[in-house]
């Protein structure tokens, strides 16, 4: 069974602190990693990918990758209260391209 | 519309009742994808399609859901005589390729009395 790991939470942060997100994973094929974002009540919504080992900023994000380590993390910098959601990690799995592999998902809370 | 679309937004029945629930993807998009949110659970793959074809029907549950996919648009999920485990928020996406990253929509929740 692959599986994907994450730390349930809450994690709870200040506002203008920065969020860490971390994600481990066990298919060692795996390619493309995502981070979504899920307001409660709301459906997943993108917010990166990134399929390279390293980092990949876009705005408050930056998605990191270690294949070698089988971890991806999300930091959110100069972290809102908008940001409090909970953050899913979905990775490719079973050999595939497409399929996605979900975790749990972390609770994050930003106190104004 | 710009986003996946999905209908019914809520749906109740009783068991043992057929439910159908729809996707319409974003345009363009070839890829279509279906997921199901339970309590506590994670998000489980249950199909995906190119085009109109489904070369991954690895994660239907059981013989009682099937889906399909006409003129590479519109999908449908059934499923058939309805069980209180099936109770879930049954999520639709798609993206421009199989190999590209997955827009989801607003799913449909399904409630099983």
């Known amino acids: 069974q692959k599986e994907v790991e994450q730390n349930s939470g809450p994690l709870s942060v200040p506002e203008g602190a920065i969020a860490s997100l971390n994600c481990t994973y066990s298919?060692?094929?795996?390619?493309?990693f995502f981070w979504y974002r899920q307001y409660s009540g709301k459906s997943p919504e993108l917010i990166m990918f990134?399929?390279?080992?390293g980092d990949k900023e876009d705005g408050r994000f930056t998605a990191q990758l270690n294949k070698a380590s089988q971890y991806v993390s999300l930091l959110i910098r100069d972290s809102q209260p908008s940001d409090s959601a909970t953050y899913l990690c979905?990775?490719?799995?079973?050999?595939?391209?497409?399929?996605?592999?979900f975790g749990k998902g972390t609770l994050l809370t930003v106190n104004p | 519309g710009a986003g996946v679309s999905q209908s019914p937004s809520n749906k109740v029945t009783e068991k043992g009742k057929d439910v159908e629930l729809r996707c319409d993807p974003i345009s363009g998009h070839t890829a279509l994808y279906w997921y199901r949110q339970s309590l506590g659970q994670g998000l489980e793959f249950l199909i995906y399609f190119q085009g109109n074809s489904a070369p991954d029907k690895s994660g239907l549950p059981s013989d009682r859901f099937s889906a399909e996919r006409t003129g590479g648009s519109v999908s449908t999920l059934t499923i058939q005589r309805t069980q209180q485990e099936d109770s879930a928020v049954y999520l639709c996406?798609?993206?421009?390729?199989?190999?590209?990253?997955?827009?989801f929509g607003d799913g449909t929740r399904l409630s099983i009395l």
């Open positions: 298919d060692r094929g795996s390619q493309s």
């Open positions: 996406a798609s993206s421009s390729t199989g190999n590209q990253p997955q827009h």
């Open positions: 979905a990775v490719t799995s079973g050999g595939s391209n497409y399929k996605l592999t």
């Open positions: 990134i399929y390279s080992n």
